[in-house]
């Protein structure tokens, strides 16, 4: 009976992958403290959790302990589940004299779901053990006990980590002792791999578009102003929306007055799409500004809904600075701003990149 137990669980399979930064780092991050105190090493952990074998199982829950006394966790701990529908959560790291340890909830386990990853981050290098606290399950090491090697998390090659610890020097080379811990949470979650939103106008002919079709009987003639998202990062932005933040007139030696859009108002997707979207590394997407027709005058704006007070906007002769900004669910925002003029005839339609929006970071 105990073989027939033994035969019927759920093998959940794990893999550790550490990015260690040097064993002293103190010669490309001067002053660099956390609450007080020098950090000289990082490591950058990566912990994966993938379906094996067995029956499939509804939830579990999952521990990650660090049975090494003193370990100091740095920056932010990072849960990512396989897809928008399966979802993994984990609570705050609790740090003890002999070791630490966080819980982490996950979703289903199943030969058609894919791995759930941890990342964090570490002042030294712990001993990690895993456990699962699911019925009839247990966790495995990758190739361990005989087993094969999971092959499915990419080794990390040596310019990569090159250009790692190059990233992280860089950033923390900029914080002075005085700085706050929030900017090194930053550096690590660019370190670590994280989304990293981009939008901008770069005056291509997707930011500019224009589309003939049929309405009916009648035909349908406009020119599209777009903007183009990206993802820099290497992991993917979740729940991805953009939205029109400001919307000021531009008169004569660039002085902006305020339009009648107070409030922000979510953009477009091109096809005229409001949903959210997830964006991988290396996929493009483009947003609509606004468009106009050749055969009627007026601005029409990209947004779902227009208010009572937006009703003199379509009627406006001159150029408009659009205040653009891309969101998503595990990445910081990102913002361009953009001067399209308009003078009531579609042959006056231009566009260019304005100055950068205040507040942002080259």
Same mark, same amino acid.
């Given at each position: 009976m105990n073989t027939w137990y033994a035969n019927r669980s759920t093998i959940v399979e794990y893999t550790i992958s550490r990015t260690a930064l040097g064993a002293d780092q103190t010669a490309?991050?001067?002053?660099?403290?956390?609450?007080?105190?020098?950090?000289?090493?990082?490591?950058?952990?990566?912990?994966?959790?993938?379906?094996?074998?067995?029956?499939?199982?509804?939830?579990?829950?999952?521990?990650?302990?660090?049975?090494?006394?003193?370990?100091?966790?740095?920056?932010? $701990?990072?849960?990512?589940?396989?897809?928008?529908?399966?979802?993994?959560?984990?609570?705050?790291?609790?740090?003890?004299?002999?070791?630490?340890?966080?819980?982490?909830?996950?979703?289903?386990?199943?030969?058609?779901?894919?791995?759930?990853?941890?990342?964090?981050?570490?002042? $030294?290098? *712990?001993?990690?053990?895993?456990?699962?606290?699911?019925?009839?399950?247990?966790?495995?090491?990758? !190739?361990?006990?005989?087993?094969?090697?999971?092959?499915?998390?990419?080794?990390?090659?040596?310019?990569?980590?090159?250009?790692?610890?190059?990233?992280?020097?860089?950033?923390?080379?900029?914080?002075? *002792?005085?700085?706050?811990?929030?900017?090194?949470?930053?550096?690590?979650?660019?370190?670590? !791999?994280?989304?990293?939103?981009?939008?901008?106008?770069?005056? $291509?002919?997707?930011?500019?578009?224009?589309?003939?079709?049929?309405? !009916?009987?009648?035909?349908?003639?406009?020119?599209?102003?777009?903007?183009?998202?990206?993802?820099? !990062?290497?992991?993917t932005a979740k729940d991805s929306r953009v939205f029109l933040t400001a919307l000021r007139e531009v008169h004569d030696a660039g002085v902006t007055a305020p339009s009648p859009v107070y409030d922000s108002m979510q953009l477009a997707w091109a096809g005229w799409s409001f949903e959210p979207r997830d964006i991988p590394r290396g996929v493009t997407f483009y947003a609509d500004l606004m468009r106009v027709s050749k055969h009627t005058p007026g601005w029409l704006l990209s947004v779902k809904e227009k208010l009572a007070n937006h009703a003199a906007l379509p009627a406006y002769s001159g150029t408009y600075r659009f205040q653009v900004t891309v969101t998503a669910d595990n990445a910081d925002p990102a913002v361009c701003e953009v001067d399209v003029t308009y003078k009531q005839d579609w042959h006056t339609l231009r566009a260019t990149a304005a100055r950068k929006a205040p507040g942002t970071r080259a």
């Open positions: 490309v991050i001067p002053d660099f403290r956390v609450g007080g105190t020098s950090l000289q090493s990082l490591y950058i952990y990566s912990v994966k959790l993938q379906y094996r074998s067995g029956p499939e199982l509804e939830s579990a829950r999952v521990g990650i302990g660090l049975l090494t006394p003193n370990v100091r966790l740095v920056g932010k $701990t990072v849960p990512e589940g396989p897809n928008q529908v399966f979802h993994i959560n984990c609570e705050p790291f609790e740090s003890q004299f002999k070791s630490s340890g966080t819980t982490c909830s996950v979703g289903r386990f199943s030969p058609h779901v894919g791995a759930y990853t941890v990342s964090f981050a570490t002042d $030294t290098e *712990p001993r990690i053990d895993i456990s699962i606290d699911a019925k009839n399950a247990q966790v495995r090491q990758a !190739g361990a006990a005989g087993e094969t090697p999971d092959r499915g998390l990419p080794i990390l090659s040596t310019v990569f980590v090159a250009l790692l610890a190059t990233v992280v020097g860089y950033y923390f080379g900029r914080l002075s *002792p005085s700085r706050d811990v929030a900017e090194i949470s930053e550096a690590l979650n660019i370190a670590a !791999g994280q989304p990293k939103l981009s939008v901008d106008y770069d005056g $291509t002919e997707g930011n500019r578009v224009d589309a003939h079709y049929r309405k !009916g009987e009648a035909d349908v003639d406009e020119i599209y102003i777009r903007v183009r998202v990206r993802n820099l !990062g290497y992991r």
